[in-house]
């Protein structure tokens, strides 16, 4: 019995720990806190990112001093850390206990039948009203169910010596929102478990024309995606006139057992998603020591436009025309330096291409050009013949955040039902309203007194404008039945 009693002491004292409302403040002020510098640190990124960003808080020396004790404290992957899913199991758990808890006296509430009660109990009411009518009690009665009724409450009625007694109530089940919020909560945090134990979170810097059937972490560790994806091709589109970049895109590919299966387009906010895993795109660059094809549009004067693809050195001829030319150096981004007036490079990226060109034309002197991708009138020469610089291709790589989330639908499934839950919480309230109405003299003489008391769990102020309104449309029905 002793031994008993000692585990049902034990039992208790988990039990009590876990129904804290403490408990439940302290660790969402944990988890809060840790989500805030999980936002402020970028999450699986390369460590010369986040102490650049902690220098601006902490300064230059300490930097590298804090972000080796963020990364050991798990802050580097912080939402796949064992202490931040520890929390949301903890903070899960309390709300189930809670919930547990106190439920059985809100369901006792909820389930609670509606009685009569006397006419002094109602008089004492958190909400009360008290009218004479010169009517009479069959009429007073009647228009009263009228107008409860009309306000979607259903009636019950109470007789005895010669006074009548409605009393109904709706909405009882709101009382329940808060334990749909709760299982909404709860449901988030499973998600978020889920995805946390069984998805993953990584990037792949593919270059066009290349194929990968892993992703990589932070860390440099390959995750096996089940698939190949290609890139055909990267682009970005620039501000007309200006180096900032407008949108960047990719095409991407998934192949499986050979087979092209699936190809999209992706941008910024419009990612490539399969078999559970998606794409996102969120940066570019230049491969280093890339050697690719540039892609020039031939176009004679008056004639349809052809395409040719050439490495360093390759020599190409505009069709009809005899100009031939030779692709000899290549810039990523060209521009006169105003000071000295010489071209210079001032980007590793393909912020504003160019490619030079020997030319040869018939009967004249061979000259180089500089033919601009972004600026297509560089490439018109004398005759009117065209070439445009289209790309060069397979210097270039689309970066991509990879990531895989299964736990992701129940987490929409559990916002859902929180906004079903925190609307039935805030805008619906258990409402009971009795209504006592007798005669004020006795053998059915005289005024009718009609006495009404109600109570709410929520939005009194609401709920008194509501019999107001019921009150008010029944004397104004007993009024116009007077007149006839």
Not at 268 to 275: H, I
Not at 415 to 434: D, P, Q, R, V
């Amino acid at each position: 019995m002793k031994e008993e009693k000692q585990k049902e002491d034990v039992f208790e004292s988990v039990w009590k720990f876990f129904a804290s409302v403490k408990l439940a403040v302290a660790v969402f002020i944990i988890l809060s806190f840790s989500s805030i510098v999980g936002t402020i640190v970028e999450q699986q990124a390369e460590p010369e990112k986040n102490i650049a960003l902690l220098a601006k808080f902490f300064g230059d020396s300490l930097a590298p001093t804090v972000y080796n004790i963020f990364a050991k404290l798990g802050f580097m992957d912080m939402y796949h850390s064992w202490w931040f899913i520890s929390f949301l199991i903890t903070f899960s758990i309390n709300l189930i206990v809670c919930s547990l808890d106190r439920f059985p006296k809100t369901w006792k509430l909820v389930k609670m039948p509606l009685k009569p009660l006397a006419v002094n109990v109602i008089k004492t009411l958190p909400v009360k009203k008290e009218i004479k009518l010169k009517t009479t009690l069959a009429v007073a009665k009647d228009e009263f169910f009228n107008s409860l009724r009309t306000s979607k409450y259903q009636v019950l009625e109470a007789n005895e010596n010669n006074e009548v007694q409605l009393y109904c109530q709706k909405w009882r089940y709101a009382r329940l929102g808060v334990y749909v919020v709760h299982l909404s909560i709860i449901l988030i945090f499973l998600g978020a478990i889920i995805g946390a134990r069984f998805g993953f979170g990584g990037f792949l810097n593919l270059p066009e024309g290349q194929i990968s059937d892993v992703a990589y972490t932070a860390n440099g560790s390959e995750i096996p995606l089940g698939f190949s994806i290609k890139c055909n091709w990267y682009d970005t589109k620039y501000y007309e006139g200006i180096d900032m970049p407008q949108e960047f895109h990719s095409e991407l590919v998934i192949i499986e057992n050979g087979k092209e299966v699936l190809k999209k387009v992706i941008e910024v906010n419009d990612p490539l998603t399969y078999k559970g895993i998606t794409f996102y795109q969120s940066s570019y660059g230049m491969i280093p020591n890339a050697s690719g094809y540039f892609i020039l549009g031939l176009k004679p004067n008056g004639h349809q436009q052809s395409t040719v693809s050439l490495r360093f050195g390759d020599t190409f001829e505009i069709p009809g025309t005899g100009i031939t030319g030779t692709v000899i150096d290549f810039s990523p981004a060209l521009a006169r330096d105003q000071r000295t007036g010489a071209l210079i490079s001032y980007s590793d990226n393909m912020v504003n291409p160019a490619v030079a060109i020997q030319f040869n034309m018939p009967g004249q002197d061979s000259f180089k050009g500089w033919i601009f991708k972004r600026y297509p009138q560089t490439g018109i020469l004398p005759g009117g013949h065209e070439i445009k610089f289209e790309d060069y291709w397979g210097v270039e790589y689309t970066g991509m955040q990879v990531s895989k989330d299964p736990g992701i639908g129940l987490i929409y499934i559990a916002c859902i039902i929180m906004a079903i839950g925190l609307y039935i919480t805030f805008f619906i309230s258990h409402k009971k309203i009795w209504i006592h109405i007798a005669h004020d003299t006795p053998g059915g003489k005289g005024p009718v007194s009609v006495s009404v008391g109600g109570s709410t769990n929520r939005n009194r102020f609401a709920f008194e404008k509501e019999i107001d309104h019921i009150l008010s449309t029944a004397s104004h029905a007993i009024e116009g039945r007077s007149k006839k």
